[in-house]
């Protein structure tokens, strides 16, 4: 998607508003310069994440926590989540299921599901 991004729409700064058809084509040292972009851009939104990701980590173990708890919510449950607010007991469709699900207490540990292999 990067490649494409720098060779076909033409979205990088240092090389312009380019398309380039067929790689193949071109000279060696643009072919360099394509893939030094490339890298430069993964490399940046790579770090980007990581950035955000360590700068939310609070709320990321929050709101992993909720979906352990409860698999799927809705984007008013993930607002309330990271609010700070308590959710409803999960409720399933027993017509679907005939386990009852429970939240899990705070601080309790959640067991791993078993691997595919093991069963």
Not at 24 to 53: C, F, P
Not at 67 to 81: F, G, R
Not at 92 to 103: A, G, I, N, R
């Given at each position: 998607?990067?490649?494409?991004?720098?060779?076909?729409?033409?979205?990088?700064?240092?090389?312009?508003?380019?398309?380039?058809?067929d790689?193949?084509?071109?000279?060696?040292?643009?072919k360099?310069?394509?893939?030094?972009?490339?890298?430069?851009?993964?490399?940046?939104?790579?770090?980007?994440?990581?950035?955000?990701?360590?700068?939310?980590?609070?709320?990321?173990?929050?709101l992993?926590?909720?979906?352990?708890?409860?698999?799927t919510?809705?984007?008013?449950?993930?607002?309330?989540v990271?609010?700070?607010?308590?959710?409803?007991?999960?409720?399933?469709?027993?017509?679907?299921?005939?386990?009852?699900?429970?939240?899990?207490?705070?601080?309790?540990?959640?067991?791993?599901?078993?691997?595919?292999?093991?069963?």
């Amino acid at each position: 998607m990067a490649r494409h991004m720098i060779t076909q729409c033409g979205l990088n700064d240092e090389l312009g508003p380019m398309y380039v058809e067929d790689e193949k084509l071109v000279s060696e040292a643009l072919k360099q310069q394509i893939d030094s972009e490339v890298r430069g851009l993964l490399v940046n939104a790579r770090n980007q994440v990581k950035a955000l990701l360590t700068d939310k980590l609070d709320q990321l173990h929050t709101l992993a926590g909720a979906l352990l708890d409860y698999e799927t919510l809705t984007k008013d449950q993930i607002k309330a989540v990271l609010a700070g607010e308590k959710l409803a007991p999960a409720l399933l469709d027993v017509s679907k299921s005939s386990k009852q699900h429970k939240p899990a207490e705070e601080g309790t540990e959640v067991a791993a599901a078993p691997a595919l292999d093991d069963q």
